[in-house]
């Protein structure tokens, strides 16, 4: 009774102004109030939105604020240290390296250092300069004819299709320009990734996009070609990644143009679909034995895998596999649960997959646990910005880093959160040619050099702090972490740490991992 009440009491004061208007203002102003009066009808017959209903024309105002509370949060709402992923601090220093325009802070922390997860790094009276600090390291084991070197700092996969094709160039350019490598993503390898020359990981996923016969099989001879190339320096099979692990990936279909399906061998108006395992193998060994294949097929190039961390069953299962094939990978990219995509169903992104410290530092524990760790390069992704990000994960067991969001800022990326809707403001993330050309390359790759120049700097600069001369000497009891008010701990006194070879002799297995051990199988997962 009362909505109709409402609804009548505002037909009559409406019709009011409408008589006031026209005296003192003339007919003309009826332009304005009669697109209003159809607004307000259209309001009480549609029957989707209740508040527009009840609140004609006047419950606009409420999605209107709501479709820009986005801006508002981030603009005006939130302190520097408050938003996620990626606070305004973390992206603040990020465009600051960019540009190469001042970085540091005045007037000291703003981080609570008596809050819990605080940390920080114990430094040396002996530092050494930071001109004798090792920058690079090599990634090749003994089964690998064509080892690389690496930055300790690169970018990780984003495929194109993912993000646009000026992007991917720009990141390209940037990354040949401080020689450090531009992982590809599984959506294959395109010809933006191949003209700047920058050097390349080649990712191959599920649905061996860009090395895949007619039926979404494996083709040796696709991925031959491909691996050929000379920008192309290592070779990464995807298992799964940290935002959407056991989920296989998904470009939408508005993001599929003609030129990604001629590279992916897809059809137009349908959508990328990864499947969430791969076809070529079924088994730890038969993963062993593609590894090997493809090694073969790229000449000796260094061939390794990524995933984000399940069950401790499974990756014990690989390495039991490396030891009955006498087959290493060589290298493992571990992914955390907090690595971020273009789309992901809210359950997965939240709640499925191992955080990554804790992810990193079995990997490194199973590693050791098998005598294998010299012989294997761990590289690790997930919310990696800074150079003290860098620090504590190779503290933590990581050889070396990985970085897509944070590049993605490099490039502009203003965490708008619109990756998985192809409207992407500054045109990263996007397909849409208007959009896209917001990025001007020649612009960009340099701020992306910067980026990476002058973060490995600030890494090399806390390492030569320290005293130490090569990142590969980092030991967990170098960073501490406040666990509690009146506590604190090192990386070594949080997480456990194996012997060498303890996994080998059922006498020398830690406890708390004995069943997973025993319970995995170099024949199944």
């Not at 026209?22 to 304005?32: F, S």
């Not at 549609?46 to 409420?62: M, Y």
């Not at 070529?280 to 090694?295: D, G, Y």
């Amino acid at each position: 009774m009362r909505r109709q009440w409402y609804l009548g009491f505002g037909l009559v004061l409406l019709f009011v102004l409408l008589l006031l208007i026209m005296i003192h203002h003339g007919a003309w102003m009826l332009v304005l109030l009669v697109p209003l009066l159809i607004l307000w009808v259209y309001d009480i017959v549609q029957t989707k939105h209740a508040i527009l209903r009840n609140f004609p024309v006047l419950g606009h105002i409420r999605f209107f604020l709501e479709f820009f509370r986005p801006e508002i949060q981030q603009y005006f709402v939130a302190d520097d240290l408050s938003e996620r992923p990626f606070d305004r601090e973390t992206r603040t220093i990020v465009y600051q390296r960019s540009k190469n325009i001042r970085d540091t802070i005045p007037f000291g922390t703003e981080r609570d250092i008596r809050a819990i997860g605080y940390e920080w790094i114990l430094h040396s009276l002996k530092p050494v300069p930071v001109s004798h600090v090792e920058p690079r390291i090599i990634v090749g084991g003994p089964q690998c004819t064509q080892p690389y070197s690496a930055s300790r700092f690169n970018i990780s996969a984003m495929s194109h299709g993912a993000i646009s094709a000026n992007a991917i160039m720009a990141l390209n350019e940037g990354a040949k320009m401080g020689n450090f490598y531009h992982n590809t993503g599984e959506g294959g390898l395109s010809e933006y990734h191949l003209k700047p020359g920058g050097d390349i990981t080649f990712q191959i996923g599920t649905a061996y996009f860009g090395c895949r016969d007619d039926h979404g099989n494996f083709d040796p001879e696709e991925f031959k070609k491909e691996a050929a190339h000379p920008q192309v320096k290592m070779i990464e099979l995807k298992l799964s990644q940290g935002a959407k692990p056991s989920h296989g990936g998904i470009l939408p279909a508005a993001k599929v143009t003609a030129e990604i399906a001629k590279i992916r061998k897809l059809k137009m108006g349908e959508d990328a679909l990864s499947p969430p395992a791969h076809t070529a193998f079924s088994t730890p060994e038969e993963m062993m034995f593609f590894i090997q294949k493809l090694r073969e097929l790229s000449n000796g190039k260094p061939v390794g895998f990524k995933l984000c961390l399940g069950r401790k069953t499974d990756f014990f299962a690989i390495c039991k596999a490396m030891l009955s094939t006498k087959i290493l990978p060589d290298f493992i990219n571990v992914d955390g649960a907090e690595g971020g995509t273009g789309a992901a169903p809210l359950e997965y992104a939240n709640h499925v997959g191992t955080p990554l410290d804790e992810g990193l530092n079995f990997v490194h524990n199973a590693l050791i646990g098998i005598g294998v760790r010299d012989k294997i390069r761990i590289i690790c992704s997930g919310k990696v910005a800074t150079g003290f990000d860098i620090l504590t994960k190779i503290a933590l067991g990581a050889d070396i880093c990985n970085a897509a969001r944070s590049f993605m800022m490099s490039l502009g990326c203003i965490q708008s959160k619109q990756c998985n809707a192809n409207t992407c403001p500054t045109g990263v993330a996007t397909q849409d040619k208007r959009l896209m050309k917001g990025i001007v390359i020649k612009e960009k790759k340099d701020r992306v050099l910067n980026y990476h120049n002058l973060t490995v700097h600030a890494f090399l600069e806390l390492i030569a702090a320290m005293g130490i001369s090569n990142p590969s000497d980092l030991q967990p009891i170098h960073v501490k972490r406040r666990v509690a008010p009146d506590s604190v701990k090192t990386y070594a006194e949080i997480y456990d740490y194996f012997e060498e070879g303890c996994l080998l002799k059922s006498e020398s297995i830690p406890i708390n991992y004995a069943r997973h051990w025993l319970k995995a199988s170099e024949k199944h997962f």
